[in-house]
Nanobody, 125 residues
Framework: QVQLVESGGGLVQAGGSLRLSCAVS??????????MGWFRQAPGKEREFVAA????????YYGDSVKGRFTISRDNDKNTVYLQMNSLKPEDTAVYYC????????????????WGQGTQVTVSS
C-alpha cells in the first residue's frame, strides 16, 4: 500500500514563500516510475490542478494561476516531491494535496489513484 504524506503548510503573509513536501512510502510501486501531482482545494471550490512532474522529473506542468510563482521538483533518492511556492497571494489559500499515478503525468485529478491527506496553506493579506 502506497502512502503519501504532505508537510510544510502553514500561515504566511502575502508575498511570502512556503515549500511543501510529499513523502512517498509503502510497497507495490516504484517512486521513480510514478508521476506526481499537486492539487489544491479551497472552501466551496472544486479541486484545482497546481503542478505535475513526470516520473523522471524531466517534464513539469503548471496551472495557469501559479505559473512563474510555483516550482515542482522531486528527489527520487528520497522518494519525495516538492512544491516551492513564491509570491504567495491570498487566493492561494487552500488545502494542498499531492497525488500519484503509475503512468504518464496528467493534470486531471481523476487520473490519479493515490492521494495524501492534504496540508493547509493560508495566505494573509
Amino acid at each position: 500500500q502506497v502512502q503519501l504524506v504532505e508537510s510544510g503548510g502553514g500561515l504566511v503573509q502575502a508575498g511570502g514563500s512556503l515549500r511543501l513536501s510529499c513523502a512517498v512510502s509503502g510497497s507495490g510501486r516504484t517512486f521513480s516510475s510514478t508521476a506526481m501531482g499537486w492539487f489544491r482545494q479551497a472552501p466551496g471550490k472544486e479541486r484545482e490542478f497546481v503542478a505535475a512532474i513526470s516520473a523522471s522529473g524531466g517534464a513539469t506542468y503548471y496551472g495557469d494561476s501559479v505559473k512563474g510563482r510555483f516550482t515542482i521538483s522531486r528527489d527520487n533518492d528520497k522518494n519525495t516531491v516538492y512544491l516551492q511556492m513564491n509570491s504567495l497571494k491570498p487566493e492561494d489559500t487552500a488545502v494542498y494535496y499531492c497525488a500519484a499515478r503509475q503512468s504518464r503525468v496528467a493534470s486531471t485529478a481523476t487520473r490519479y489513484d493515490v492521494w495524501g491527506q492534504g496540508t493547509q496553506v493560508t495566505v494573509s493579506s
